[in-house]
Each structure stands twice: as structure tokens, then as C-alpha cells.
């Protein structure tokens, strides 16, 4: 199975699916900022769609939460507060680590091959410069490990917790001098267990994890 970033959609996506993965991924990637204002047509110029495409992807993303319609005065990107992220964070400690324990059981080939190029890419960008392309490469990698669950309410589950926290991590968490470097470090332990066939040091490197980000949040809240 090929994997795909939230903004990258199959040739046979309808334009309305094409236009919510653009908006999503612009929203996600802080190109369209928590609290900024745009409208429909400003959205169809970025994302070279119509105004109905458009129009049926910012009700898709209003149900998701990531932006709201504000009236009289327009769209406005969803800003999450730092407690609302900590309380998706300890939604995900809840479950993910199991989930890493459950893909360390039932992962094939095709998807340790996918883990190893993801973190191959993510490795050689663990740099500032490169921060928006290492989230994107962040959130797949946590994809491809809850698709080797097996289990897709996991997945769907998963998704929009996730979604929801990395805003504030490239605002906080990855803002830090070694931020990229400590979530690559960590991505690698999940791996080595996962590629081991290991449940229980998948799940405590999962742990280690969410743990760590969460630490990280904590301590760079005042900077918000």
C-alpha cells in the first residue's frame, strides 16, 4: 500500500476531496494560521478549485473542528488552546501505544518497508529549516503504524487526534533546537520494536513517546 500526506490526493479524487486534503494540509502546515480570517474565494485561488468544491470541503472541515464560520465576517482557521491539545494528547496515550503493540504483532513486509523510507526521509530533514516537510513526514509515519494494526476504527480514531495536536507542536514542540532530532529518535525506537515483532517495547517506546511530546508542550506553553 502506498501512503499519502493529508494534502496529496489519488488522480481519481473528486474535486471536493482534492480541495479539503489542499485546505486540510494548509491548516495543518500553519500556512493558513490559528485565528486568521480567509474566505471561499481566497481558498479557491490556493487551491485552484471552484467555489462548490470549496464550499463542500470548509463544511467538512467545520465538522472536523479546524475552522468556523464566523457570520458577517468570514472563515476563520480554529485556534486549539494548549489545553485543548493536552486533553487530544492524553486521549492518544490512551490507545496508541497500543496500537504500536498491535502493528509490533501484525505488520508485513510492505509495511516495515514503508516505516524505514519514511524514517530514511525524516532523517536526513531533523533540521529547522525543514520543519514543515518533518511533520508531514510525522503524521505519516503515525498513519502507516496505525494502518499496520490492522485495525481501521484505530486508524480512523487516530487521525484526527493527531490532526489535531500539530499545529501546536510546529508552534511549540518542534520549535525546540532538538525538537526534530528527539521526535526522530523516538519514531526510531517504535520502529526498532515494531521491526523486532516486539509488542511490550513497542507499546513502552510509544509511551516514551507521547510522553516526551507532552513534556515538551508543557514546557514551552508560555511562549504561545
Not at 4 to 31: D, F, N, V, W
Not at 77 to 83: G, K, Q, T, Y
Not at 182 to 200: L, S
Not at 215 to 223: C, F, N, T, V
Request: glycine share 6%.
Amino acid at each position: 500500500m502506498i501512503y499519502q500526506t493529508t494534502g496529496a490526493q489519488p488522480a481519481g479524487a473528486s474535486l471536493a476531496e482534492r480541495a479539503y486534503g489542499q485546505i486540510k494540509e494548509l491548516i495543518l502546515s500553519l500556512e493558513l494560521k490559528p485565528g486568521q480570517y480567509v474566505n471561499e474565494q481566497e481558498l479557491c485561488t490556493r487551491t485552484g478549485t471552484g467555489r462548490m468544491p470549496v464550499h463542500q470541503a470548509v463544511h467538512r472541515l467545520m465538522s472536523e473542528g479546524l475552522l468556523h464560520v464566523m457570520p458577517r465576517k468570514g472563515i476563520i482557521i480554529a485556534a486549539e488552546s494548549v489545553n485543548e491539545v493536552l486533553a487530544a494528547m492524553e486521549a492518544r496515550a490512551a490507545f496508541e501505544p497500543n496500537i504500536a503493540a498491535l502493528a509490533a504483532q501484525r505488520a508485513g513486509p510492505p509495511h516495515i518497508k514503508q516505516m524505514e523510507k519514511l524514517l530514511r526521509q525524516s532523517r536526513k530533514i531533523a533540521d529547522q529549516r525543514f520543519r514543515k516537510e518533518f511533520m508531514a513526514l510525522d503524521r505519516l509515519f503515525h498513519t502507516v503504524v496505525a494502518e499496520a494494526s490492522g485495525n481501521r476504527i484505530l486508524v480512523d480514531a487516530q487521525r484526527p487526534l493527531q490532526e489535531r495536536s500539530a499545529r501546536i507542536w510546529s508552534l511549540i514542540v518542534m520549535r525546540r533546537a532538538d525538537g526534530l532530532r528527539m521526535t526522530q529518535d523516538e519514531h526510531e525506537a517504535v520502529f526498532d520494536a515494531i521491526r523486532r515483532a516486539n509488542p511490550d517495547a513497542a507499546r513502552r517506546a510509544m509511551e516514551v513517546h507521547l510522553a516526551s511530546l507532552c513534556r515538551r508542550l508543557e514546557d514551552g506553553a508560555d511562549s504561545l
